[in-house]
């Protein structure tokens, strides 16, 4: 698909005033895309919609909610009569050790990254099908391809989406429904500080975070380029599979990733200090 093309194509961006989702929202509003824009924060909705270029959609929606989702899709047909794109971008983590963490902790984990997202996408098959095609796109994690220590749910739940994603690539090729996973590395946002302050696993910190407007690039690659995953920065995408094409490496390195990345993670503790 060529730029050009993206103009007045109709996205639904969940989580869009997370740290990622709002570098989706100001890229995807400089290629001309209507958007219909929606998170559980109202508020911070309405703040972004005013750095824009158009006349936005802002749609509270909790995604764990199968009745606000309904109601999303509603809202943004009766406005523009159709969806080309879906990008899901919600997401929470609650570091810590999985024998240490409450059901509760557990649940909220499952249910708004994998349940949610498996919300907004199922209720959105039926209308990408009956306009012949659409294209859905998912943020992931690198924590989605290799196991992340003290993320064991938020691991899970990433693992899980992927694949989930390659069946549908699988099973809606035949209604032009294509399908993108998008796998970023540590991301320089609200939620690594959050990690970062909170016992996050060591492996979030062992590489410089990308900036989350990377991460946007790598969501409109996707969607041009057909990409079933795009991973961000590519190599360590790349050197995260071969990992996992070898399960003893993972035993062996791990300890000293963990070793160099709590280091890194001191590092990055202190920079923030500096910077108050």
Not at 206 to 213: G, S
Not at 253 to 266: D, M, T, V
Request: with cysteine; hydrophobic share 40%; proline share 4%.
């Amino acid at each position: 698909m060529k730029r050009d093309h993206l103009k007045n194509k109709v996205a639904v961006i969940t989580g869009a005033s997370g740290g990622i989702g709002r570098e989706i929202v100001k890229l995807f509003d400089k290629k001309g895309i209507n958007l219909a824009l929606a998170d559980i924060n109202i508020t911070s909705l309405k703040e972004l919609s005013k750095k824009l270029s158009q006349d936005i959609l802002s749609i509270e929606c909790d995604i764990t909610d199968l009745e606000q989702v309904q109601q999303l899709y509603r809202k943004t047909l009766e406005r523009y009569e159709k969806i080309d794109y879906l990008i899901n971008t919600v997401g929470i983590i609650v570091p810590g050790l999985f024998e240490n963490l409450s059901y509760e902790e557990i649940e909220r984990q499952i249910n708004v990254n994998l349940l949610g997202t498996i919300h907004c996408t199922k209720e959105i098959i039926p209308i990408m099908k009956e306009a012949g095609g659409g294209h859905i796109v998912t943020i992931s994690s690198l924590a989605g391809i290799v196991p992340e220590t003290y993320s064991s749910i938020y691991t899970a739940t990433k693992f899980a989406l992927r694949g989930l994603d390659w069946t549908l690539h699988l099973e809606l090729k035949q209604y032009n429904i294509k399908i993108s996973t998008i796998f970023p590395d540590s991301v320089d946002t609200p939620m690594l500080e959050f990690e970062a302050k909170h016992g996050g696993s060591p492996l979030t910190f062992l590489h410089d975070p990308v900036p989350p407007e990377e991460v946007a690039e790598g969501v409109l690659k996707a969607i041009l380029k057909e990409k079933v995953e795009v991973c961000v920065p590519q190599a360590e995408g790349i050197l995260s599979k071969l990992i996992m094409c070898m399960p003893s490496q993972v035993k062996r390195l791990w300890p000293k990733y963990e070793e160099k990345g709590e280091k890194k993670r001191e590092e990055y503790l202190k920079d923030l200090e500096l910077k108050g």
